[in-house]
């Protein structure tokens, strides 16, 4: 699948000019351009700094479409408004933050903390340090990692082990503190804790969403409860989650909302613009960020950090995305008409939104890593044919000669890791069959 990726949509800063290649079949091993790709001269001119060592993940964000057939690793840095967030006030609810890490206390925006009463007794706060939410408030404004390293933090601590009230109950503390001191249009919420309130099994049976056991209630609050957010003129973004190799739609609350409402759910893809096989939603649903090895502070103290994968991950980015584009000459005066600040960012990331592809689609600049782009034989259910793409579903299509008008997908289970020429796989039950000559040839 193809998905929509996202860059802040700053004025010209990076600039090259493309090899040329000849037209192959075989997908080349990597796409180079003639000389390395140089940073505008006059960038200063535009209230623009480049983070020359930022991580490819956040690299990504400033990468602009006429470059996407490159690598983010090939853009020279991360470049961003000098305003960086300032300003704005980024809500992360989340497990917490460590705050002796440097990516806490070298951020130079303001913070503060909620805590959610657990079980009407006050939270304790002995265990601020909890590594997810250390990983996201590094990725909002950490002066490594973060995409808006200006903005002012709240972090607002969900108690573990986490309840689903307590979602409902840190976003009823957020809307009144943004009411108190009047954040309006100047705030974002990310939620990289989610729920995953879709019976999947259920779903999948009938062809519709289903909902589980006492959620009816639940996610009629919640939907409430962004409404006085979008309101408040305050951007909500939400991890898409982590179930897509189980379920094509998202299964999760509050970004299945996005579908109606003037939210933003986040996806996660590789770094050349392939689906990351878990990630929820398709292209019409989600904004997809890199959420394959992205590297966050970790706790500890110190510097210490870790690559992560995980749609909670690219959230964060996108939130910080937000806070930076209100606070930017280019973008803020845009945004912020009243009632509509949420309507407006929505739009800006449709209109900023291009497609990343890989080497082997049509117009795609370099391959990918994933096992979609390998040719590999197989022997499944004792027909010994070539297996001509794997997709991010884990289906397979596990026999095909020219001569066939059909193709059988089979579920496939991987016994040995991925090495060209050697891998094994068992095939378990057919799922379809699919028509050479229709158009759903390709079962991504």
């Known amino acids: 699948m193809k998905l929509n990726s996202l860059w802040l949509g700053l004025a010209p800063v990076f600039d090259s000019t493309p090899s040329r290649r000849s037209i192959s079949t075989t997908p080349p091993r990597s796409l180079k351009p003639d000389r390395p790709i140089r940073i505008d001269p006059q960038v200063a001119y535009h209230n623009v700094n480049v983070e020359r060592k930022a991580d490819v993940s956040l690299k990504a964000l400033s990468q602009p479409p006429h470059l996407a057939s490159f690598s983010p690793a090939d853009m020279p840095g991360y470049a961003y408004p000098a305003s960086s967030g300032k300003g704005v006030t980024v809500y992360i609810i989340d497990t917490g933050a460590d705050p002796e890490h440097q990516e806490y206390t070298r951020a130079p925006g303001n913070k503060r903390w909620i805590f959610i009463p657990e079980d009407a ?65 100047k705030a974002v919420v990310t939620m990289s804790l989610v729920e995953y309130a879709i019976d999947i099994q259920q779903s999948r049976r009938l062809g519709r969403p289903v909902l589980k056991d006492f959620w009816k209630y639940k996610v009629f609050r919640l939907e409430k409860q962004l409404e006085q957010l979008i309101k408040l003129d305050v951007p909500v973004v939400a991890a898409a989650g982590n179930q897509g190799d189980e379920y094509e739609h998202l299964s999760t609350y509050p970004g299945k909302f996005a579908a109606k409402m003037d939210i933003v759910a986040v996806g996660g893809m590789e770094p050349n613009g392939s689906r990351w096989y878990r990630s929820e939603g398709g292209v019409d649903e989600v904004t997809a960020l890199a959420a394959v090895r992205v590297e966050c502070a970790v706790p500890g103290g110190g510097s210490e950090t870790r690559y992560r994968t995980s749609t909670s991950y690219a959230a964060p980015r996108v939130a910080g995305m937000i806070a930076t584009w209100l606070s930017s000459p280019q973008y803020g005066e845009r945004l912020r008409s009243k009632g509509k600040v949420a309507a407006n960012v929505k739009k800006l990331m449709r209109d900023l939104a291009y497609v990343k592809l890989p080497a082997s689609e049509p117009g795609g600049g370099y391959p990918s890593n994933t096992p979609a782009q390998k040719t590999l034989k197989a022997a499944c259910l004792g027909l010994e044919g070539w297996i001509l793409l794997m997709n991010v579903k884990r289906h397979v299509i596990c026999h095909v000669t020219t001569q066939l008008q059909t193709v059988e997908v089979y579920e496939v289970i991987v016994t040995k890791p991925f090495v060209f020429g050697t891998d094994s796989f068992e095939c378990k039950s057919r799922l379809h069959t699919i028509n050479l000559g229709s158009s759903d040839l390709n079962p991504c």
């Open 121 to 185: 007794q006050p939270q304790k706060t002995d265990d601020l340090a909890a590594g997810h939410g250390t990983c996201v408030q590094s990725l909002v404004n950490g002066p490594r990692f973060g995409a808006a390293k200006d903005a002012d933090v709240v972090i607002v601590k969900i108690p573990q082990p986490r309840k689903s009230s307590y979602i409902m109950d840190a976003l009823d503390l957020v809307i009144k503190d943004i009411t108190a001191r009047n954040l309006k249009a």
